[in-house]
T-cell receptor
Framework: ETGVTQSPTHLIKTRGQQVTLRCSSQ?????VSWYQQALGQGPQFIFQ???????GRGNFPPRFSGLQFPNYSSELNVNALELDDSALYLC??????????FGPGTRLTVT | AQTVTQSQPEMSVQEAETVTLSCTYD???????LFWYKQPPSRQMILVIR??????QNATENRFSVNFQKAAKSFSLKISDSQLGDAAMYFC??????????????FGKGTKLSVKP
């Protein structure tokens, strides 16, 4: 167990809707990263937060946004959902300078 | 741009035998880390082994070892005495070493490993 939890486990949304995915990290993990893993692919980096500030972003449009909270939890928000947003969303957290621990992911299906 | 390539979509090994998974990467950086992650059907990404680019010695973790060839930009994973529980997707990943800051992982497309009893 990595101590990183994600909710919900599965989610089904309709195209055009908005979704919020949540991640809870261990105490002291002040860096959190979010990844999108399409079926049959490796994870793709969405963005990273360090001490509640965005600290890097991958090639994802602005409708993907995030927040990190002082209690080591974080959110990934996706607006105007598209069919191609269907994927497994992984969060990974770490103490500064150490390796990333992954959560079990949220499976999002957009219909 | 940094890229990671895994040329074997699927591999199969007999229980107790040895298997090697291949990975190549492209980067102009000199200070970076390389990783192998395991993702079983439970979807949890688990770190198997890590290699610092500045270390010439190949990393080893129990039955798992790597062959790191920096000049060739090659990073293969050897699994010895394969067990049924080793069956999973294996991802090779790369991360630039920014010092205190984390940086993001860049993953390959993965290799699906099957273990036959």
């Amino acid at each position: 167990e990595t101590g990183v939890t994600q909710s919900p486990t599965h989610l089904i949304k309709t195209r055009g809707q908005q979704v919020t995915l949540r991640c809870s990290s261990q105490s002291g993990h002040n860096t959190v990263s979010w990844y999108q893993q399409a079926l049959g692919q490796g994870p793709q980096f969405i963005f990273q937060y360090y001490r509640e500030e965005e600290n890097g972003r991958g090639n994802f449009p602005p409708r993907f946004s995030g927040l990190q909270f002082p209690n080591y939890s974080s959110e990934l928000n996706v607006n105007a959902l598209e069919l191609d947003d269907s994927a497994l969303y992984l969060c990974a957290s770490s103490p500064a300078g150490e390796e990333q621990y992954f959560g079990p992911g949220t499976r999002l299906t957009v219909t | 741009a940094q890229t990671v390539t895994q040329s074997q979509p699927e591999m199969s090994v007999q229980e107790a035998e040895t298997v090697t998974l291949s990975c190549t990467y492209d980067t102009s950086e000199s200070d970076y880390y390389l990783f192998w992650y395991k993702q079983p059907p439970s979807r949890q990404m688990i770190l198997v082994i890590r290699q610092e680019a500045y270390k010439q010695q190949n990393a080893t973790e129990n039955r798992f070892s790597v062959n790191f060839q920096k000049a060739a930009k090659s990073f293969s994973l050897k699994i010895s005495d394969s067990q049924l529980g080793d069956a999973a997707m294996y991802f090779c990943a790369y991360r630039i070493n920014y010092g205190g800051s984390q940086g993001n992982l860049i993953f390959g497309k993965g290799t699906k490993l099957s273990v036959k009893p």
